[in-house]
Structure formats: C-alpha cells, structure tokens
C-alpha cells in the first residue's frame, strides 16, 4: 500500500542551527506534500505545504524541497530556535477509491537546545 | 471561535464500556475525518467523510462507528472498548482534496 518513510526519527541541534528533515513517498501519483508541526499535547498544525508543480517553496525561515524524480520531499528549518522544539509529520496525498487521503510519516522529533 | 472542536477533550473509562467522541467545524468544509494518534506519535487514519457521505474506510474494527449527521459534525461511537483503544483521536476537516485542519484532540484513556 502507499507509504511514507521519513528520517530521521529524532533530532538535536543548537540553536541558529540548520534542521533537515527526509521524506520519501511510494505513490508517484501524489501531487500534494503538506508538513505538520505538533508541539507537546498540542494538535498537528501546518506550517508549509508544496504541491507536485513547484520544486521550492520557502516562508520566511522555513522551507520545503520536492524532487519527483527521486520521489522525495524535505522540510528545512534555518536559524533555529527553542521553539522549533516539536513533532514534525511530513504527509502525502494518495488517490484512492475516486478520494485523496494524506498518508503521514512516522514523525521526527526535533529537540533545539540552547 | 474555534475551527475544529471537538469534545470531550479527555475521557477516562473501563474496559467493555461504549464511548463517543463529537467533532464540529465552522470552517465551511465538505470533508472531516477521524485520526487516531498512538503513544509513538503515529497518525493514522480511520474514517473520513464527503458532504457526509463515508469516503474512507481504512482497516478499523466495527467496534469504532463514525456518524455524520450533517457537514459540519462528524461524530465517533466506540462499543466495547478495549485497552488498544487508549490513544489521541483527532477529528480534521479540509476542502477536498487541500489542506486538513486538525481538531484539539480527544485522549482517551481505557481501564
């Protein structure tokens, strides 16, 4: 079935430094690549998504990279801060029985230290 | 003035016991779904509906009954809950096929 693999699970970094974060998706029909941010008992929020006609989008210190070929997409945050601190969940659109449904990744947990 | 609501936001219960979860959205959406979110983070989808029609039906057991009464509700019926069921439900709603807006969450815990 459709599937999204996303690394890595778990990530440190200091703050002002640069996070990235992998996904790869199984369904090249996809067209639409939505990243989601949830903070500690919090709901998943988007902060970025790309849809398959654009190669690059980028808000301010956040953005996303699509490359169809290698069937990959991935989130890149710049200048981090403490509160970049969350789950991260890449997700990808899948067709199936005549309706899109988001498939997500497992998650990366992003830790910014001080 | 919340988009996607949904109650109770915490639910604590025995084994065998049958709950329900409720979710409503002022966004003016045509589609809401059910996700469920266990304790390694991963969401999963369950139920999703289209101008209350049922869309998606993953893999669920018929324990777990979804209901639409119309596009702005989608409610969860659970019957003979077990402690598997003990997880984070999110309701979401989203234009088809766009962007999906997620609900506070619903943690349910089961005894």
């Known amino acids: 079935g459709e599937n999204v693999e996303q690394h890595p699970s778990t990530l440190s970094v200091q703050e002002g430094d640069s996070a990235v974060i992998k996904c790869t998706y199984s369904?090249?029909?996809?067209?639409?690549f939505p990243w989601y941010k949830q903070e500690l008992g919090k709901r998943p929020q988007l902060i970025i998504d790309?849809?398959?006609?654009?190669g690059e989008k980028k808000d301010q210190r956040i953005a996303v990279t699509l490359n169809k070929t290698d069937i990959h997409f991935s989130l890149h945050i710049t200048e981090t801060q403490p509160e970049d601190s969350a789950v991260y969940f890449c997700?990808?659109?899948?067709?199936?029985?005549?309706?899109?449904?988001?498939?997500f990744g497992a998650g990366t947990r992003l830790a910014v230290h001080p | 003035d919340t988009a996607v609501s949904q109650t109770p936001k915490y639910l604590v219960t025995q084994m065998g016991n049958d709950k329900s979860i409720k979710c409503e959205q002022n966004?003016?959406?045509?589609?809401m779904y059910w996700y469920k979110q266990d304790s390694k983070k991963f969401l999963k989808i369950m139920f999703s509906?289209?101008?209350?029609?049922?869309?998606i039906n993953e893999t669920v057991p018929n324990r777990f009954s979804p209901k639409s009464p119309d596009k702005a509700h989608l409610n969860l019926h659970i019957n003979s809950l077990e402690l598997g069921d003990s997880a984070v439900y999110f309701c979401?709603?989203?234009?088809?096929?766009?962007?999906?807006?997620f609900g506070p969450g619903t943690r349910l815990l089961v005894l």
């Open positions: 979401a709603s989203s234009h088809m096929p766009e962007t999906q807006y």
């Open positions: 966004l003016g959406h045509d589609t």
């Open positions: 509906y289209n101008n209350k029609e049922l869309i």
């Open positions: 369904d090249s029909a996809s067209n639409y």
């Open positions: 790309i849809r398959s006609n654009v």
């Open positions: 997700a990808a659109s899948s067709y199936s029985g005549g309706y899109n449904k988001l498939i």
